[in-house]
């Protein structure tokens, strides 16, 4: 095993013996002196012109009717667009499934857009690439428009009051994605503010505070309930004082 100009991690290499150089020769030989239609005219992949492009590249422009086209038949996946080879073919699959599964449930999570990036980049996939499939995966299953998606991964952003840089990096990603702008954002992450999303055990203790603030007071037994019920479900002094605030704002 050694370690392999663009790959990340270290890998098997083999290489041929002097009677497989001989073969393999041969058989480049062979495909050069194959007869095609280039320009409308039958040439040889020889005399196609190279223009500093390995054979493979110029293959690549041949088609299964041996006819030569100016744009690339098979691209590798490392390109934006055009169809791929029947390797690449299946890292698209595995890409279109990992996409579809994430999307299931209206959004991509930061595990999840982890586990895809990392995928992503080990494949060499081109991001615009990238971007199709899983906007392909997005509409094929009945599923929120972007900016609803957006103002919910705002709103769970900001449980915690602020959002952090895994989170900003998943807001930026999925903003480039599906357009958008600097207007939008603003609008929905005001939204967002007004309303964040809170996990169960804080809707719980949000609940209690409401009962308690009813009449406007905390009385002593209140407190010492609200303290007992902070310390079972883990509620810190931060998340009382903004839940607290929440009511207080919406009462005046």
Sequence with gaps: NRHVPGGRQRRKVYSLTTQGKIRGKLVVENVLSTII????????????????????????????NLRYHTEPVITSIAKPSGKASLDAQSSEELMKRMFARAWEDGKITNDEHQLITEVVDFLGMHPERVRRLSEEARTAIDIPPPEEIYLEMLRQALVDEQIIEEENALLETFRVAYGIDGE??????????????YPEHILTYYSALETAM??????????????????????????????LAKIRDSIK
Excluded at 184 to 195: P, R, S, V
Aim: glycine share 6%; proline share 4%.
């Design 184 to 197: 939008m954002h603003n609008n929905l992450l005001e939204k967002a503010l007004l309303e964040p999303m």
């Design 214 to 243: 009813d009449d406007g007071i905390i009385t002593g037994d209140e407190d010492a309930m609200l303290t007992t019920l902070r310390k079972s479900l883990d509620i810190t002094d931060g998340e009382h004082a903004n839940l």
């Design 37 to 64: 239609e280039f320009d409308g005219e039958p040439t040889s992949i020889n005399d196609i012109p190279k223009n500093n492009r390995r054979i493979l590249e110029i293959l690549s422009h041949i088609d299964r």
